[in-house]
Each structure stands twice: as C-alpha cells, then as structure tokens.
C-alpha cells in the first residue's frame, strides 16, 4: 500500500507540474471556460449574495493567474488574448460590484429572501430539510411582500436601476422556490405534508409582486409610451462613451453619427441614379414603392431564398473570394418564423438555421402586406450572403473549429462581418439591376439609420415614435416592420451599441481590406480566410494580429479608420 501511495504521490506531482507548465494563454482561457460554466450551473440563482461573492473570488482568481503569465514572452495573438482577457474580467468584477450596490439598496423589499436563498443552497446536495420550519418561512415571507407590494405601488424615489434590479430579484426568488419544490415535492413525506399550500401562496405572491416592479419600471419618466407603444431608458452620453471604448471604438457618439451622415449621403446619391434608370427621376420613393410591390405570394418565399443563395454562392467562388468547407455548405436549413417573433425581427435572420419572415395565416391583412412587401427578392437578395455565406452561418461554423477558447465575442465582429460582405459585393459589382441595387440601397441606408436613430435615442434627443418616423421617411421601412426594429433595439436584449456596430464593425473590415488587399499584400482569399480563423476579436485586435503589431500590456484602442 505504502508503494502504491507513492507511486499516486509521485504522480500528482508530475501532473501538478505539467499542469502549471500548460497555463498559457489557450490553456488559461479554455480552464476559465469550463471553470465558469461550472459555477454557473451550480449557482444557478441570479443576483443571489451567494452566488455573487462566487463569482467576484473566481474572476479575481483568474486576473490573478493572468497576472502571472510572462507578457514579454507571449506571441502577438497571445498579446491580444491577454489584453482582451483582462478587459473581460476586470468589467466581470465591475459588473458584480454594480449588481452588490443595488442589491443592497433594494434588498430592504425583500424579508426572508436569504432564508429562501439558504434553503435553495441545501438542496443542491439534497440535504433534508426542516419542512415545518421552511413551511412557516414562506407564509412569513408571503405576508411580508404583501406589505411590500402594497408599499412598491406608491413608492416614490426609485430609479430605474434599481426598479430593474427589484424585478430581477424577483425572478431569481421565484426560480430558488421553484427549484426547492421541485427536487422535494412528492419525495420526502414532510416536505409533501407541509409545503404545497405556503409554496401556492409565496408562488402567487412573488409573481404579483414581478408584475408591480415591471408596472413601475413601465411608468418611470422616459418609460412612458410615447405613442409608438415602445418603453426605453437612454443610458446617456457618458455611458456610450464608455462602452464604444470597451469596444475599441476611438470615435465618439457624434463622430459616429457624422460617419452615418456621409455613409448616408452616398446612399442617397446612388439611390437618385437607380431610381433614374427606372425611369422615376429623383423620386426614389416610387422606384422603391415599385420594389417592394415585386414580392412572391405566400408560400413561394423559401424558393427566393434558395435561387438567391446559389447565385450568392457560385458569384463568391467566380471570384475565388473565400473557402467554404463542403460541411458548412451541406449542413444550414430552414425554419419558418414565428408571428410572434416577426413583432420584434420582421426581417429574416442567419447562420446554421435561416429563419424565413414572411406571413402567417392568422396575421391582419395589412401585417400580412407588409411583411411581404419588406421581404421582396431585392431586399432580400442584399442580405442572403449577410445571413449566410460568407456572413453569420460561415462565422459560426468556423468560429466552431477556430480558436474556440476566445471569448471576446462583440458585435462589431460578428455584425460588421456580414455587413462588410454587404459593402464588398456591391462594389464587385453582384446587384445586376436598378432594382437590385435599390434592394442593397434600402439595407445600407437601414445600417445608417441604426447609428444615426439609436446614438440620438441614447443621447437623449430622440423619442421611440421619432425613430420610427425615421425609418419610414428616410429608408422607405414599411411602418409595422419599423416599430418591429425600434422594439428590437430598445428592449433591452441588445446592447446599446449593437445597432451601431454593423456599418461601424463593416467600415473597419473594409478599411483592414484596403490595407491588406488593396495594398497588393494578401488576396481577397488570403485575407478573408485569415480573419474567419481567428475567432470573433474587436475588429482593430484583427488587425494587431493581421499586420504581426506586437502589443503593450496597456494598449488602449487608437486605430482611426475613418477619415471624417
């Protein structure tokens, strides 16, 4: 025994060894995947004490394990990964604290949450739980919201941060309780006895309770519905610029906006010419009324799609433009989209699985009208090759097999890729016709208005109802498809910038291009294959890795690929 013993202490200290020696930047960063994923499947709750000190010790942990790498000796892509993994755990931390911050200034609206919390923690490793005992927390607790909720109705003084928070908590509660019930109801006799009738009630209660701090958030100045039935907070000018330079975005909210102003002015020039070969002179609103009216009748839009997809395909490999694994190729499909998800995206959307936006049966005439009109084979023929190939359905297959260990995804990469592929077949020259060149026109125009309508909703100068209008007035949207991306972008499901970052992220692959292709340095193969290995990085991090730049540790965002 003593043998074999040492012969298994001998053995972890060699693994121990190698272990340490294997701690370079893949390594790290695959560990820290897997390490967190872990922690998140086991504190499961959200905006829980617990899980948030957890969290706070294991980013920590890992700034502390970067911080022992040797930078010197690091490669210009191990450079970048360090930076980019620092940034992502140091904002990690950040985050915690803002979310301690409100918890705690809310925590008052929730009596016996810890003791909810602390049952939840139990019954991880299915410990036995006092039933009675927990049976008189939830009417206590029950009692007690109750109170709380006649008090949040009349509550004055909350901001919307921490109404947010309130609603939050609550989910997270409820999904503690739920979590509870589930793993003892039926199992243990006590728990059975004891618990069914407080679980209803504190179940009934909390979901209630939800609905008071949604009801607040939704009458809070700014959340009001202006007509356009369509809530949203701005987050103001401080917090856009925090964010684009969380991005590596060097541009400021209104150099931004003027780049949408040019880009636009282009598109407005180029719109004048198709709209005068079609014979409507500088009335581009009838040649695109003239467009929209060419939309197939229900049922035939998934064969657009496909005639639309092949010609994409077989102009990309013409012009030898990217590689496109055979699998890839073989294994994206179709779906239909759902009614109510064509509320929020009236348009189709990408990757492994195209969904197709077109009507339904059951949807009013005029919805079904304008569904069809905004999903015409010219708009749509702008926006196969963004949703498949080489955009989304390329980036995640690759992304898939390339550097999986990245964890950096950003929209400026993932969106401005697709949006690029946009801007590089029109100048290749792929719209054949007036029409398909207005079709092009309409979803440049749109990726403009993104910028232009969400910075000034952000910076508070824009209105719900006044984005809207824009969309309508400006890039010709059908009105319904218009609110749908309103709501889209100000929900609350997508970063502020993500609206910004399709012409912004495209702009900076088309500047990459200039300097790599256009110079005579790489072919358009070379290139587009390079970037599709390396994984969803900030666009100028593509660059640094590209171009061979060998980074500081302190590196802060500088590259200027607009000229204004």
């Given at each position: 025994m003593k043998v074999i013993y040492c012969l298994l202490t001998a053995g972890c200290l060699i693994a121990g060894r190698s272990f340490a020696q294997e701690k370079?930047?893949?390594?790290?960063?695959?560990?820290?995947?897997?390490d967190r994923g872990s922690l998140l499947r086991f504190y499961r709750i959200e905006n829980a004490p617990e899980r948030r000190d957890r969290l706070k010790v294991f980013y920590n942990d890992y700034l502390q394990q970067l911080n022992?790498?040797?930078?010197?000796?690091?490669?210009v892509g191990e450079r970048v990964e360090y930076v980019l993994f620092k940034r992502k755990l140091q904002d990690e931390v950040r985050q915690l604290e803002i979310e301690e911050t409100e918890y705690k200034q809310v925590a008052d609206w929730f009596p016996q949450a810890d003791k909810i919390y602390a049952s939840e923690k139990l019954r991880r490793r299915g410990t036995k739980q006092d039933a009675q005992a927990l049976a008189l927390t939830l009417r206590e607790m029950s009692i007690g919201l109750q109170e709380k909720a006649k008090q949040l109705s009349t509550a004055k003084g909350l901001n919307i941060v921490q109404l947010r928070r309130g609603a939050a908590i609550t989910r997270g509660l409820q999904a503690a309780l739920h979590s509870?019930?589930?793993?003892?109801?039926?199992?243990?006799?006590q728990f059975t006895w004891w618990i069914p009738a407080p679980y209803k009630q504190l179940d009934s209660v909390l979901k209630a309770y939800g609905e008071i701090w949604q009801q607040q958030i939704k009458t809070m100045p700014g959340g009001k519905d202006d007509g356009s039935g369509i809530a949203g907070y701005p987050i103001g000018r401080a917090e856009l610029v925090r964010q684009l330079q969380s991005e590596l975005i060097p541009y400021s909210p209104e150099e931004l906006i003027?780049?949408?102003?040019?880009?636009?002015?282009?598109?407005?020039?180029?719109?004048?010419k198709a709209s005068e070969e079609m014979g409507f002179g500088k009335d581009w609103h009838k040649a695109m009324?003239?467009?929209?009216?060419?939309?197939?009748p229900a049922g035939e839009q998934p064969d657009v799609i496909m005639k639309i997809y092949d010609e994409s395909m077989a102009f990309l490999k013409e012009k030898n433009l990217i590689t496109i694994p055979p699998l890839a190729a073989e294994t994206w499909r179709m779906i239909m989209m759902t009614p109510e998800r064509q509320l929020v995206n009236p348009?189709?959307?990408?990757?492994?699985?195209?969904s197709i936006s077109y009507p339904t049966s059951d949807m009013e005439e005029a919805d079904k009208l304008m569904s069809m009109r905004g999903n015409n084979p010219h708009f749509s023929r702008a926006t196969v090759h963004h949703e498949l190939f080489a955009g989304h359905a390329l980036?995640?297959?690759?992304?898939?097999?390339?550097?999986?260990y990245r964890n950096f995804d950003t929209p400026f990469w993932i969106e401005g890729w697709s949006l690029y592929w946009e801007m590089l077949l029109w100048d290749m020259k792929f719209p054949r016709s007036p029409e398909d060149r207005i079709g092009m026109l309409f979803w440049r125009m749109?990726?403009?208005?993104?910028?232009?309508?969400?910075?000034?909703?952000?910076l508070g100068k824009w209105t719900p109802q006044q984005c809207i209008d824009f969309l309508v007035d400006r890039v010709g949207h059908e009105r319904a498809n218009a609110a749908g991306e309103v709501r889209r972008s100000f929900k609350g499901d997508y970063s502020p910038l993500y609206q910004v970052a399709y012409m912004i992220g495209g702009l900076q692959f088309m500047a990459l291009k200039k300097e790599l292709v256009d110079s005579g340095k790489m072919t358009y193969q070379q290139y587009h294959d390079a970037v599709m290995k390396e994984n969803s990085l900030p666009v100028e991090m593509v660059r640094v890795i590209l171009t061979n730049q060998r980074i500081g540790k302190d590196f802060k965002t500088n590259w200027r690929f607009y000229k204004l």
């Open positions: 370079d930047m893949p390594a790290l960063q695959q560990h820290y995947n897997a022992g790498l040797d930078f010197d000796q690091l490669s509870v019930h589930e793993f003892y109801e039926g199992y243990d006799p003027d780049i949408a102003n040019k880009e636009f002015a282009f598109c407005d020039a180029e719109m004048l009324e003239k467009v929209k009216n060419t939309y197939v348009f189709f959307t990408g990757g492994e699985v195209l980036e995640e297959f690759m992304n898939n097999r390339y550097k999986t749109h990726r403009c208005a993104r910028i232009l309508f969400s910075l000034n909703y952000h």
